[in-house]
């Protein structure tokens, strides 16, 4: 049967709804803060007052904050919509804190659901029932329903009115005009867009809260169910699975009657299946988890489902350039995208989250696979796949040249909120031999996030997978191996390293890549330092700078080859030509707002002039270091910074506090790889601390402050060694690192040294 078609929305220009109408004088409804009792919905339990609110039958779990704060909305606006993705508790939610509210309604708190209602011209009549009146006269039914509401103070719920949207948007306003002590609070997945219409939008439920939910509805099934050491970690991925989605959560502890946690964990790729057979007191379109998705999917307008398929293909967050070139084409300008985007925003299929890159969207893993069962169908998702992996080919291209520039700290958050995607478009490419290149190209690419954002592990996982396969020694192959090589280097992987590294060189004087030998020759100069053997190192990194020269390189690689090159010279004992070789990148940073290679040009800077006897300038710039380095979440500069500091303030006479940083370095070292590279030069500095340390504490104290400093996490100990007299505060320039007549300010900045 064809549904009824919905009356144009009545015009706004005439007289404006008064949606935020106070209570008249003497309405027990008073403002907060007027001296009278008004309960905390999130403290009170429901009190029995008349209205038509069903019983609860289980317990309602957490969601303290969201019911506290819509008791606030509802104080400030008298229509307040919950606006939620399907099964996200919407109703339940709305029920609750109407259950909760009951007291401050001497009229009674009212539930219309309207979900079973397709005509548009029986609202009034679902509104009239919901309030249990009966009217025999031939008056018109809205007539009736505006009388009774006119003088009293009552709450309306309203529950499913999304395929009614514009016939219900324009009943409430009516009703919010003619009835001034009564308010709305609407449950759906869209606003009204009434005037004065607040909207609050239910996430899915917090961790804890999702555990705490499946926990308890897993042992109305299985009586002796008990979340304990061995099953918590599984229950509470089943729940990250599940998006903290309640319908998904209490469907799948129903499956319990049958099926282990595990089992259901492992099945949950095809969830639609599994969740189904939900309570039969539930509303129809919330038995199962297909149907909750279905019936949004069912009100969307054909352009909104076409998105919602397109949609898929991306994994994580997205932002709107993406979508526009990913998702527009046949059925879908991308001038149009916005619009239908903005639709979906409005009807909560997409979330909008905001992150350091920007605003951002996101599908919930759930409404994600039922796009991508309607994507599949229209036998579109190779071609979508496609072109979302060439996006992000260029996304990543687009942040390897900002990460020479000012925009560097952008450039790490943007593949940082990226990297699902960027995963996604490697997997992509390895799927035909034909396009493994590009999945070497993405992976070298990224070298920057790898190196220079602490994902060394997962820059090694990708890098290796990539050349495992075989194909032709192009540039995208070649750069992988020296990157790959570099990452060995750095994780104390010196036979990988080396292999990766001499045969990048060797393919390269074959086929003239002079850029592929010169990266090349830098990398094994990083290895001959961490392998303690700074002749050598010398020797490379110099020829590495001047091939570098010959071909016009200049960017944060060739930065860091002078950095390590200065090194190099310290460990030889001349700091003071280290110290002229920083200053001139120092000088260079500045220019090009490069603050990677910068933090460590200071560590090198604070080692030279530690050796000089400069501790307080050796200080400074060790915080500016840290607070770089700590900023891109770079672990090993973070670490070799801390190594450093400790020395430092040894020397400044505090011991104790000196082995709190050394027992926080040890604690960080496994994560980053062979604690100083095993390397003696880089070893000296922390052997000196302790020595010292030793000696003025004590080994029984010493061993202690070092495990005070090993129980700090990351953040602690990077806020107790910035603390330190001296330090400079996180994101400021100390004024005395600078150069006479340098001019900057401290952004973010990243990792190696010595590397």
Not at 217 to 229: I, M, N, S, Y
Request: glycine share 8%; net charge negative; hydrophobic share 40%.
């Amino acid at each position: 049967m064809r549904r009824p078609q919905r009356p144009s929305p009545t015009p706004d220009d005439a007289e404006p709804p008064r949606a935020n109408v106070e209570p008249a004088a003497g309405d027990a409804e008073h403002a907060p803060g007027d001296g009278r009792d008004v309960p905390s919905v999130a403290k009170d339990a429901p009190s029995p007052v008349h209205g038509n609110l069903p019983a609860e039958l289980n317990t309602f779990v957490g969601r303290e904050d969201e019911l506290a704060e819509v008791e606030r909305l509802l104080g400030e606006s008298r229509l307040v919509t919950v606006a939620g993705v399907a099964g996200v508790g919407k109703t339940r939610f709305a029920t609750r804190i109407a259950a909760l509210m009951e007291k401050r309604y001497c009229d009674g708190v009212w539930l219309a659901e309207l979900s079973s209602l397709h005509d548009p011209g029986l609202l009034e009549h679902a509104l009239v029932d919901a309030l249990g009146l009966t009217d025999h006269t031939s008056r018109p039914t809205r007539a009736t329903l505006l009388e009774h509401c006119g003088p009293r103070r009552l709450l309306f719920v309203i529950d499913g009115f999304e395929h009614l949207t514009d016939a219900c948007a324009e009943l409430v306003r009516e009703l919010l005009r003619r009835a001034p002590r009564v308010r709305v609070l609407t449950a759906g997945r869209r606003p009204l867009k009434v005037d004065g219409e607040l909207t609050f939008a239910l996430r899915p439920m917090a961790d804890g809260d999702a555990l705490e939910l499946f926990a308890l509805r897993a042992r109305a099934v299985q009586p002796g169910f008990r979340l304990t050491d061995a099953n918590r970690e599984t229950a509470a991925e089943l729940c990250r699975r599940l998006d903290g989605i309640p319908l998904a959560l209490e469907l799948a502890a129903g499956r319990l009657r049958a099926l282990s946690m595990d089992q259901v964990l492992h099945r949950l790729d095809d969830r639609f299946r599994l969740l189904t057979g939900g309570s039969r007191s539930a509303l129809p379109r919330h038995q199962t988890l297909r149907t909750a998705i279905g019936w949004s999917h069912e009100l969307c307008a054909p352009e909104q489902r076409l998105l919602w398929a397109r949609l898929s293909v991306f994994a994580g967050q997205f932002d709107l350039e993406a979508v526009e070139y990913v998702c527009g084409g046949a059925g879908l300008p991308a001038d149009s995208v916005l619009d239908v985007l903005d639709e979906l925003l409005a009807q909560s299929v997409v979330l909008r989250e905001d992150s350091l890159a920007g605003s951002r969207y996101r599908l919930l893993d759930t409404v994600r696979e039922y796009g991508a069962e309607w994507l599949g169908a229209t036998g579109d998702t190779e071609r979508l796949r496609r072109r979302h992996r060439d996006w992000f080919l260029g996304l990543a291209t687009w942040c390897e040249l900002d990460w020479f520039s000012p925009r560097q700290a952008e450039a790490a958050a943007r593949v940082d909120c990226e990297l699902p995607n960027l995963r996604q478009a490697m997997e992509c490419s390895m799927e035909s031999p034909d396009e493994v290149h590009l999945a070497q190209y993405l992976a070298g690419t990224l070298w920057f996030y790898w190196a220079g954002c602490g994902r060394l592990a997962e820059g090694r996982h990708w890098l290796d997978l990539v050349l495992e396969e075989e194909s032709p020694y192009d540039p995208s192959r070649l750069k992988a191996l020296w990157v790959l090589g570099y990452v060995a280097v750095l994780q104390g992987d010196p036979v990988a390293a080396v292999s990766a590294l001499q045969e990048c060189r060797e393919e390269g004087e074959r086929s003239g890549d002079a850029a592929a030998v010169a990266y090349a020759v830098h990398r094994r100069g990083c290895l001959a330092i961490v392998t303690d053997d700074p002749a050598r190192a010398e020797e490379l990194l110099r020829e590495a700078l001047g091939r570098y020269r010959e071909i016009g390189e200049l960017n944060s690689n060739v930065l860091m080859a002078q950095v390590e090159l200065a090194m190099a010279v310290a460990f030889r004992g001349d700091v003071d030509g280290a110290a002229e070789i920083c200053e001139e990148v120092r000088e260079i940073c500045e220019d090009h707002g490069e603050r990677w290679a910068l933090a460590y040009a200071l560590y090198v800077l604070a080692y030279a002039a530690l050796e000089r006897g400069e501790g307080g300038r050796a200080r400074q710039m060790l915080g500016e270091s840290l607070s770089i380095a700590h900023t891109f979440h770079d672990l090993l500069g973070t670490v070799l910074s801390l190594e450093l500091l400790a020395l430092v303030t040894v020397t400044d006479g505090d011991a104790a506090e000196a082995a709190v940083l050394q027992g926080a370095a040890e604690r960080i070292w496994p994560s980053v790889g062979l604690p100083l590279f095993g390397s003696a030069h880089y070893g000296r500095p922390r052997a000196r601390c302790e020595e010292r340390a030793r000696a003025e504490l004590g080994d029984v104290r010493y061993e202690a402050e070092r495990r005070t400093g090993g129980r700090l996490d990351m953040k602690g100990a990077v806020a107790r060694a910035l603390r330190a007299p001296g330090a400079a505060p996180r994101g400021d320039a100390p004024g005395d690192t600078r150069r006479p007549a340098a001019s900057r300010t401290t952004e973010r900045g990243g990792p190696e040294l010595g590397q």
